[in-house]
């Protein structure tokens, strides 16, 4: 079993800065790439950012320079730092993880629960 579990969401007023945090545990044999979703009401999810474990990074055209996605491979862990927070970034963000367990000789996607994201205006 794989498990993603996310942390550091909350409220946060417009201009505010907050940091998310995604580890993943249990039979992990190797994970390619980790990354950020974010849905926001009435929304389709959508890409905010990833990084391969080489470390190269995407980011949506529309966050460059305020949101910064990183990765500890010793913690199969991802983070994303978000800065100069606005009001229409709020939505749930899930973590995702390309993993290949230890008992299969494939990759497979892996998402997390999510993690509420608000910014008041």
């Known amino acids: 079993q794989v498990q993603l579990v996310e942390s550091g969401g909350g409220l946060v007023q417009a201009g505010g800065s907050l940091r998310l945090s995604c580890a993943a545990s249990?039979?992990?044999?190797?994970?390619?790439?980790m990354g950020w979703y974010r849905q926001a009401p009435g929304k389709q999810r959508e890409l905010v950012a990833a990084i391969t474990s080489s470390g190269s990074t995407n980011y949506a055209d529309s966050l460059k320079g305020r949101f910064t996605i990183s990765r500890d491979n010793a913690k199969n862990t991802v983070y994303l730092q978000m800065n100069s927070l606005k009001a229409e970034d709020t939505g749930v963000y899930y973590c995702?993880?390309?993993?290949?367990?230890?008992?299969?000789?494939?990759?497979?996607?892996?998402w997390g629960q999510g993690t509420q994201v608000t910014v008041s205006s």
């Open positions: 995702n993880a390309i993993i290949r367990t230890s008992w299969a000789p494939k990759f497979y996607d892996y």
């Open positions: 249990g039979s992990i044999f190797s994970i390619n790439t």
